[in-house]
Each structure stands twice: as structure tokens, then as C-alpha cells.
């Protein structure tokens, strides 16, 4: 994948409005522009992603994603392991 690809796919999202990942334990967020907060259902960290910056959500449950700026990100689907040959 180039970056094309990603800003094809890119969601964007103004300042304050948030994004809501149900159960993305394995999706990666790649900020693409803008800063984004994350936050994930009983989780205390507060999660910080700067542009070209990203972030592997490590738990399911409701993730959210809220703008901090105009903001842009791709949100990435687990990549399978790979197997033996």
C-alpha cells in the first residue's frame, strides 16, 4: 500500500468530532494530518497521535477517536501473520 491508497481511504474528521471503532483490537490508526486523542473503553491512557504518528489498538471494546484539529487518518486492518514456506 502507498500513500495514495491511504489518502484515498483517509476519514476525515473536523475539530471535536469524534470516530467510534467497536471491538479494533489489531486496526492500526495512522494519522495522516491533524492530531488526533484516542481513547478505549476502560482504558486510563490518553493516547496521542501527531501526524505521521500511528497507534495499534491492543484491546476490544469502543475505541474513540476525536480530532484535536481538522484531522485526517486511515484506519489499518490487522496484518496476518505471515507463514511459513
Same mark, same amino acid.
Given at each position: 500500500?502507498?500513500?495514495? =491508497? *491511504?489518502?484515498?481511504? $483517509?476519514? !476525515? @474528521?473536523?475539530?471535536?468530532?469524534?470516530?467510534?471503532?467497536? =471491538? +479494533? $483490537?489489531?486496526?492500526?490508526?495512522? #494519522? @495522516?494530518?491533524? #492530531?488526533?486523542?484516542?481513547?478505549?473503553?476502560?482504558?486510563?491512557? =490518553?493516547?496521542?497521535? #501527531?501526524? +505521521?504518528? +500511528?497507534?495499534?489498538?491492543?484491546?476490544? +471494546? =469502543? !475505541?474513540?477517536?476525536?480530532? *484535536?484539529?481538522? /484531522? %485526517?487518518? /486511515? *484506519? *489499518?486492518?490487522?496484518? /496476518?501473520?505471515? %507463514? $511459513? #514456506?
Amino acid at each position: 500500500m502507498n500513500i495514495a =491508497d *491511504l489518502n484515498r481511504a $483517509a476519514i !476525515t @474528521l473536523r475539530k471535536g468530532q469524534l470516530h467510534r471503532i467497536h =471491538d +479494533g $483490537a489489531g486496526q492500526r490508526i495512522e #494519522a @495522516l494530518s491533524g #492530531a488526533l486523542w484516542v481513547t478505549i473503553d476502560h482504558d486510563l491512557r =490518553d493516547i496521542v497521535v #501527531a501526524p +505521521g504518528e +500511528g497507534f495499534s489498538i491492543d484491546r476490544n +471494546g =469502543d !475505541t474513540l477517536v476525536s480530532a *484535536l484539529d481538522d /484531522a %485526517r487518518f /486511515a *484506519l *489499518l486492518d490487522p496484518i /496476518a501473520p505471515r %507463514r $511459513a #514456506a
